[in-house]
């Protein structure tokens, strides 16, 4: 295995009163694709917000390690100015506030460096142009009006524009027809052709199909049931969850 | 007050619309104001006909403009203070006479002023030269010499732009005469007619007819001339056909010893012309903001307000569109922040006698740190404006929860031939959209800022980009306050 760059080391967390993820240890090795699986309401999403560091879920033990420094107690800026991006299941609007401008602060904040402008817009029409995408969406409010897939995709173009080195797409694909899966697939690539490391919550095969899965994660109510490689991933597509909930 | 304006001692027009006017005139400010006259504040007598008199002669103004001034001083001791908006008993009226007495008495200098205004120059990257100037502390400015560069360029075009004073004895003293708070009489409410009676300042515009004007007309300067940012009237007439856009205001606050502000804007827009009417105020945080700004619109005439309203203890302001003429239409485009220790009470009025006439109101307000914000809007659609379209939209956004943000939309429809739409969201920022954008690296009070400044976007979309630029770091600075 490679060197870490994400440890999970023994983390419970939840919201008030209603502890969700229980002693939850995963690691990730930088570079790699993992995937992680369960059933609706597993905890999936729990898990990438509270790497990420939401607010809304406290932890209640554990830490989380990335590149061998405890973040535990960052904020969620920091964390991603660290290198963590987390593509979002619902991503949010915000009215009034181009995918430009937003990014273009993103970027100052995160490099702490003023943006060159040409250069930026250069970035942004390659990658525009590699996930099929219009340049109007740019110029557009931040994922307001935007079809579901539509979001997914911008998802995908801010992580391109941002490089992280440490992305969480939680169900990125889902919502997607079957030409965007392909875009999408073909920018998860890249980003992984570029050293990026992936943690994918998915429920489905279609979006892994053009990668290679180096480690699969199986989440059931709270807790982490199974572990294995790429093959897991087809074995719960076929059996389903139903050989862990005993 | 109704029943004062009955038997209006100043001739509002000779237009053969008279009826209508008087009629509009009644209640233009007064929202809801059933109240008596006993309710009322009375007077003090401390603002004389004396001082009056003395400031006519020291502006040396025609002699109908002294009449006029004194006449308003009659009217301003008969009428109470509105009673239907923010309390405003924190101004003192029998000091009135010393906001308006003496200029050297009202100045400040640098040292003296609030730190939080000093601050706030630091923050808006003005150099010290400009500030003192801009804070209304400076020497007094030349406002001839503001005016001659603007002047040059569009002088060529026949357009008047000029300082009120000069423009009472210029070539278009007629014209001013006949226009000169006709549309906004001093019986209109108490401050008006102090207006009228002390009234300094401000810009005089004329387009004369088929004009379109390229540049806007930017009065930057006069605006924080000192004195002048305080009863300070402005008069623009468009002519038929032609096109203008009129900025007013700046980013920098205000800063007055005399804590009254009631100024006095009228705009006519001629037969088919267009008038875009631009303003981002600040006030002082001890202002009392009373001012009356009034447009009316003759047949397929156009006006557009963009209005910013930052800063003041009390505000009472509400931008009046009268669609007159047939096809006329109006757009109000507003944003109000109300911060710690603010009241402001801000919207718009339209009020249709045209067939087929169409009005937009569009305002933002944003409240914090326990300021008030009450969007207030009016429209009426009169009996024979058959064919009008109003449509209101407010929003608000409340910052935290001790911040108070209301409402108060009215609409008076005297026909069913009209389509009226309406819209009105108060919300708060959504700690899910700040996570969302934290988690791309930015830091909760600059996602804080940037989902604000979102909000404000549509006002500040429609200003040119340097004006866009200083809302929104006003927007910031007021963001970073306590
Ligand atoms: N903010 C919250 N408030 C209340 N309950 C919550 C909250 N967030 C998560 N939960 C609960 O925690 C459990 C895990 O939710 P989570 O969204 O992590 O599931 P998931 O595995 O991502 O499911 P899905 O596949 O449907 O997206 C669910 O029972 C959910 O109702
Ligand atoms: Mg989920």
């Known amino acids: 295995m490679s060197e870490t760059i994400l440890e999970i080391k023994d983390l419970s967390a939840g919201i008030e009163g209603e502890e969700i993820l229980h002693h939850i240890n995963l690691q990730v090795g930088r570079g790699e694709i993992h995937v992680l699986m ?54 949010l609007e915000v009215p009034g506030l181009s995918m430009e401008a937003f990014l273009r ?86 980003f992984c052709q570029n050293g990026g490391t992936l943690l994918i919550i998915t429920h489905s095969t279609r979006i892994l199909d053009a990668l290679k899965v180096d480690h699969t994660h199986v989440l059931i109510d709270g807790k982490i049931v199974a572990e294995g490689d790429g093959s897991l991933v087809d074995e719960i597509n076929q059996g389903g969850y139903a050989k862990y909930t005993k | ?143 001839e010499l503001v005016y001659h560069n603007v002047r040059k360029d569009v002088e060529e075009q ?35 007619a102090l207006h009228g009676a002390v009234w300094s300042g401000g810009s005089f515009v004329y387009v004369p007819p088929g004009t379109k004007v390229e540049i806007p007309l930017q009065s930057y300067f006069r605006l924080n001339a000192p004195g002048a940012g305080q009863f300070e009237h ?48 600040n006030w002082s945080k001890n202002m009392y903001n009373l001012n009356t700004k009034r447009a009316i619109c003759e047949e397929g005439g156009t006006i557009e307000w963009i209005s910013g309203s930052f800063g003041s203890h009390v505000s009472y302001l509400y931008p009046t569109s009268v669609l007159k003429g047939d096809h006329s239409h109006a757009e109000f485009t507003g944003i109000t922040f109300a911060g710690k220790g603010q009241n402001l009470d801000t919207g718009a009025k339209m009020i249709h006698l045209g067939k087929n006439t169409s009005s937009f109101i569009d305002t933002k307000s944003i409240c914090k740190s326990g300021g008030i914000s009450t ?60 996570f969302y954008m934290m988690s791309r690296g930015i830091s909760e009070a600059e996602a804080r800022a940037m989902i604000v400044s979102g909000f404000a976007n549509p006002v500040s979309k429609e200003l040119p980009l340097e004006y866009a630029a200083e809302m929104n770091n006003l927007i910031k600075l007021e963001m970073e306050q306590g």
Request: hydrophobic fraction near 35%; proline fraction near 4%; glycine fraction near 8%.
């Open chain 1, 38 to 91: 369960g059933h609706n309401g597993a905890g999936k999403s729990t898990l990438g917000n509270v790497i990420m560091g939401s607010p809304v879920y406290q932890m209640t033990g554990g830490q989380i390690l990335f590149e061998g420094e405890d973040i535990t107690q960052l904020s969620v800026d920091a964390r991603a100015k660290k290198g963590i991006f987390l593509s979002f299941q619902n991503p």
């Open chain 1, 105 to 190: 602060n993103a970027i100052r904040e995160k490099t702490g460096k003023p943006v060159k402008i040409f250069q930026f817009k250069k970035r942004m029409e390659e990658v525009l142009k590699l996930l099929d995408m219009d340049a109007s969406y740019v110029d557009r409010d931040l994922n307001v009006g935007f079809s579901g897939g539509e979001k997914k995709k911008a998802e995908i173009f801010q992580l391109l524009m941002l490089e992280p080195k440490l992305a969480i797409l939680d169900e990125t694909d889902s919502g997607l027809d079957v030409d965007a899966v392909r875009t999408v697939s073909k920018g998860i690539d890249i």
């Open chain 2, 1 to 143: 007050m109704a029943e004062m304006r009955r038997d209006n001692p100043i001739d509002i027009s000779e237009d053969n619309n008279r009826e209508l006017l008087n009629d509009v005139e009644r209640g233009l400010y007064d929202f809801k104001d059933e109240e008596r006259d006993e309710d009322f504040y009375k007077v003090d007598e401390g603002l004389t006909e004396e001082i009056v008199r003395q400031i006519s002669a020291e502006k040396h103004d025609p002699d109908w403009m002294l009449d006029f001034r004194l006449k308003s001083l009659k009217i301003y001791h008969e009428l109470g203070v509105p009673q239907w908006g923010p309390p405003i008993d924190g101004l003192d009226m029998a000091r009135i006479v010393t906001y308006v007495k003496s200029k050297t008495e009202m100045k400040a200098s640098w040292e003296e002023l609030p730190d939080d205004i000093k601050n706030a120059f630091e923050k808006l990257g003005i150099p010290q030269a400009e500030r003192e100037q801009l804070a209304g502390v400076g020497a007094q400015y030349d406002s």
């Open chain 2, 158 to 192: 026949g357009v008047i732009y000029t300082d009120m004073e000069s423009a009472l004895t210029g070539q278009y003293a007629d014209m001013v005469r006949e226009h000169f708070m006709k549309l906004v009489p001093p019986t209109d409410h108490k401050f008006a």
């Open chain 2, 234 to 281: 402005t008069l623009i007439i468009v002519d038929e056909g032609s096109d203008v856009h009129f900025i007013e205001g700046c980013s920098a606050p205000k800063y007055n010893v005399a804590n009254l502000h009631a100024g006095c804007v009228e705009l006519f827009v001629g037969k088919n012309a267009h008038l875009r009417y631009s303003t981002i105020e």
């Open chain 2, 375 to 434: 969007y207030r809007s009016s429209v009426e659609i009169r009996k024979q404006a058959e064919g009008a379209k109003a449509s209101v939209n407010c929003g608000s956004l409340m910052l935290d929860s001790i911040s108070r943000s209301d409402t108060v939309p009215a609409m008076d429809i005297r026909t069913d031939k009209a389509d009226v739409g309406h819209e009105a969201k108060i919300g708060r920022i959504s700690d899910e959209a700040v």
